[in-house]
């Protein structure tokens, strides 16, 4: 079920949230919790149901596991450290059968000029989601970081509907204690108010803004055989600002659901692309993935305590381990790999101490981001090579007709006048070059939603706000397409 759809905002959240509080006001807060529970399980089902005992088998395995290694069961006849590695091995090994097989044996037939079948299995929404989140907690448990939990809250934990599908990773330290907190369990208008404002502002994002922006993505990646270099540069920045509408108003959406329910999510953005570095970008971009492969791939490989070098590799390998991540694909790994280069070039930058003017710092990052997105997006390896090319030849420049009168001159150094933006525009840019600019311009000098959030205020201000953006994105439901990282 999609956050942007009139199943969910009318009749899925409305009806699961006055039971749930209903239940509570009864005072059967097990019963209450059990429904929510289950009315998580349904909102995964609805894409699905298959994949429904997918999602059980991991949440009662790795709850078992969990409670042998913080010695809440008796103890078992393994050692910690080898009931840790059975554990998290048979997470990867789950995520891998359904995320990498296919990938695995197109490689092996390369390879070995074998033509060995393909799986073609369907990825369950989520998969690396939970999986992660699961494996995290397998970890603190080992190292003696975890408490008591009873299992109600430990589903409730992994399966809480707002998170399940495409984040924040959650941290139990964060997020058990809240479900079991007696303080959560009665009805707050004020989170509520708070809850229905944010949901509103991603609902806008998602609808209005990326899905807008994905219409040029979707042309000039997956349909136009050539791009021009302004059409291969607007098709780059139209996937740049659409990934971070499309992620950062899924992430809204998350948090003001989970706070109709009293539950905190983490926070996931804090306006990435205002990033000085790429260091800072990572501490703003998917912060709760970020902060996974630090504490639990970059720490385990070392992170910093060894020699320069050592810390070098830990990084590339840490990212390139992010990329894989995201998905089965070269392109994938090379975007991972990029990322890695770029965080060990600002290391060794800064060993120095040295300094760059702040424009400049983000003009660089900025780029660097976008272009690194481009291999993110491309379905193939010589998609993501047509469009970077195109961004960098100087031989295709293509400027607007209404132009050729006064700037013919430049026809002499090879610049040609036509459709400008014909491959990824056909209204040719009229809407295109304004809402890049106006993209820009929230990106920059908007606060984000975080920031909102901290300063709101109930008032018909903040009201008119929310309904209209409310309004603006119930309107366009009839264009529904999914979140980008259900993908993933």
Do not use: C
């Not at 540069?233 to 706070?259: E, H, K, P, R």
């Not at 070098?309 to 992010?322: Q, V």
């Not at 036509?418 to 311009?441: C, E, T, Y």
């Amino acid at each position: 079920m999609l956050f942007n759809s009139y199943e969910f905002i009318f009749l899925f959240l409305p009806f699961t949230f006055f039971i749930y509080f209903y239940l509570l006001h009864k005072r059967l807060a097990t019963a209450a919790k059990g429904f929510l529970v289950f009315a998580s399980l349904f909102f995964y089902s609805w894409w699905n149901i298959a994949y429904l005992p997918l999602i059980l088998l991991s949440i009662l395995f790795n709850y078992a596991v969990g409670n042998s290694l913080n010695e809440n069961f008796k103890k078992v006849r393994v050692s910690k450290k080898t009931l840790l590695w059975f554990g998290v091995v048979a997470n990867f090994a789950l995520l891998g059968y359904f995320k990498y097989s296919d990938f695995f044996i197109q490689n092996l037939n390369l390879a070995l000029s074998s033509n060995v079948g393909l799986l073609h299995l369907v990825l369950p929404l989520g998969i690396s989601f939970f999986t992660f989140t699961q494996i995290a907690y397998l970890v603190d448990s080992y190292k003696g970081e975890t408490a008591e939990y009873d299992f109600l809250n430990y589903g409730l934990f992994v399966t809480f509907f707002p998170h399940l599908l495409a984040g924040p990773i959650l941290h139990h330290s964060e997020m058990m204690p809240q479900f079991a907190s007696k303080w959560n369990m009665v009805k707050n208008y004020r989170n509520v108010a708070m809850g229905l404002f944010l949901f509103s502002i991603g609902l806008f994002k998602k609808v209005v803004i990326a899905d807008t922006f994905a219409v040029w993505t979707n042309a000039g990646f997956d349909t136009a055989t050539t791009l021009n270099l302004f059409e291969a540069w607007a098709t780059s920045l139209s996937f740049t600002f659409q990934l971070y509408f499309d992620f950062s108003g899924y992430t809204d959406m998350a948090i003001g659901v989970a706070l109709l329910f009293n539950i905190r999510l983490p926070i996931n953005f804090n306006s990435p692309y205002k990033a000085l570095n790429i260091q800072d970008f990572w501490r703003r971009w998917h912060i709760t993935l970020s902060r996974f492969l630090r504490d639990y791939v970059y720490i385990s490989l070392g992170g910093n305590r060894g020699s320069s070098f050592a810390t070098y590799n830990n990084l590339l390998a840490t990212f390139i381990i992010g990329g894989i991540w995201h998905g089965a694909g070269w392109t994938f790994v090379f975007w991972g790999f990029l990322h890695g280069v770029a965080l060990v070039v600002h290391k060794f930058w800064s060993r120095f101490g040295l300094h760059m003017p702040k424009v400049i710092a983000w003009f660089i990052t900025f780029n660097f981001v976008n272009i690194a997105w481009v291999f993110f997006r491309a379905k193939e390896w010589e998609d993501a090579v047509r469009v970077i090319s195109s961004m960098f030849s100087f031989d295709n420049v293509v400027l607007a007709n209404s132009l050729s009168s006064k700037l013919s001159f430049l026809q002499d150094y090879g610049i040609t006048f036509g459709g400008w933006v014909a491959n990824v525009d056909s209204d040719g840019g009229k809407f295109l070059l304004p809402l890049l600019l106006l993209g820009f311009i929230l990106i920059l000098f908007f606060g984000n939603s975080n920031q909102k959030l901290k300063s709101f205020k109930l008032s018909y201000k903040t009201a008119l706000f929310a309904g209209i953006a409310f309004i603006g994105g119930v309107l366009s439901l009839n264009k529904v397409s999914e979140f980008l990282y259900f993908n993933f």
